[in-house]
């Protein structure tokens, strides 16, 4: 039954994530999701879509999460909401919004987090150095990155390479390649992107012998660790580069993917470029196995939520910092890193990812914004959106 259009919310088309609304204090964690009174335009075509993207979400918190920021499945209970000052759109200038530090966490046994709480920044170390996974916004480096690396103890010197999901370098723009003037000029640290992020970069601000533009499936080994990259552009002549990379858990050996876009943007044509990059990146999937699944922003998935419970777990064990899984695991939820979803898992996590750019293109197929709270071509007598000209 199609729903009736009882409000018309204006809401500004730009908008990748959402609807703005005034932040509230709370735990940060959080505050990605929150309650609201919403009225979708959505026809029965695009809510059937959306039930498979629920099914496959389930009742797992973390893929409800991604399910509903990437759907936009902002129904009659959730809305979605930024972090502290969010204006609605991530691409603005601070200060009408500066990203801020998350706490930083050993993840795994050779990989921790020292990134933000909008943009990812992580730290794999190889035995011969440190690659960093996304760097931030440009002010991230003084603000983030390099206090976070120093609460872990960890040596900016030793970082061999940042490897970018998305963002080109210089200009300003880039929300995850804000850390590579700095790293390239002060520790000749390499930088890896995609072809068409790498075209968009300042490309003057940067020894061209220190750029690796990877081809699909190209690896990248320093130490022990070798990772696998796949390009996974967004939209029409848009970039993205997707990872595979191992790690370890209580000494285990483990996969963990992450995917090089998030965001799914207007027009169809560009979704259409998502869609077939995720059909691409299942052909690798289903051939290396990866059993983890983590976003390139970490209030997506629930990657905060995660490491807070790493960091209460750990502080349990009385070994503070340190994911090492020895003495006070007794808890249930400390038994397992929460982050290792198991090969089903991270195969549903990416089951979700697009699941939800279809259901975003057969919104805009129908006429309807991609938060589905607007019509993009007007009502038609009934109150429903007109199908696109
Ligand atoms: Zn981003």
Redesign the pocket.
């Known amino acids: 039954m199609k729903r009736k259009v009882l409000n018309f919310l204006a809401v500004s088309l730009c908008l990748s994530w959402g609807i703005s609304m005034p932040a509230v204090a709370q735990d940060p964690a959080k505050i990605w999701l929150r309650q609201g009174p919403n009225k979708l335009m959505d026809t029965p075509v695009v809510m059937e879509q959306m039930d498979i993207a629920r099914d496959l979400a389930g009742d797992d918190p973390y893929f409800l999460t991604t399910q509903r920021l990437q759907c936009n499945d902002i129904d009659d209970t959730y809305t979605i909401v930024g972090p502290p000052g969010f204006n609605g759109s ?1 691409t603005g200038a601070p200060p009408a919004w500066k990203e801020v530090p998350a706490v930083p966490t050993q993840v795994f046994d050779n990989v921790y987090y020292v990134g933000g709480m ?2 990812g920044g992580w730290l794999i170390d190889t035995g011969d150095g440190y690659i960093m996974l ?1 760097s931030s916004y440009d002010y991230g480096v003084e603000e983030i990155l390099l206090p976070n690396m120093e609460k872990l103890g960890l040596d900016p010197a030793q970082v061999k390479y940042i490897m970018i ?3 080109s370098i210089g200009r300003g723009g880039g ?2 390649a804000g850390g590579v003037k700095y790293f390239n000029e002060t520790y000749g640290t390499k930088i890896v992107l995609s072809g068409p992020e790498w075209a968009k970069s300042d490309q003057t601000s940067i020894d061209h012998d220190d750029v690796i533009v990877p081809t699909d499936g190209q690896t990248l080994t320093l130490g022990d660790t070798t990772v696998t990259m796949v390009n996974t552009p967004r939209s029409v002549g848009g970039g993205g580069l997707s990872y595979f990379i191992p790690v370890k858990i209580k000494g285990k050996q483990h996969l963990w993917a992450t995917y090089g ?3 799914i943007n207007s027009p169809l044509a560009n979704i259409e470029v998502y869609l077939a990059s995720m059909e691409k990146w299942f052909t690798y999937l289903d051939n290396l196995e990866p059993d983890i699944a983590i976003s ?2 970490p209030f997506v998935d629930g990657s905060l939520d995660r490491m807070a419970l790493i960091r209460e777990c750990n502080d349990r064990s009385g070994n503070k910092n340190k994911w090492k899984g020895h003495g006070g695991w007794q808890n249930q939820e400390c038994q397992r890193n929460p982050f290792l979803i198991g090969k089903e898992g991270a195969r549903r996590y990416f089951e979700i990812m697009d699941q939800c750019a279809y259901v975003r293109y057969m919104r805009e197929a129908a006429g309807i914004s991609n938060t589905g709270l607007a019509c993009l071509n007007g009502l038609d007598a009934d109150g429903n959106c007109l199908p696109l000209p």
Request: proline share 0%; charged share 20%.
């Open positions: 991530f909008e943009v996304d999901t998305h963002g929300d995850h876009n998030t965001g390139s922003h």
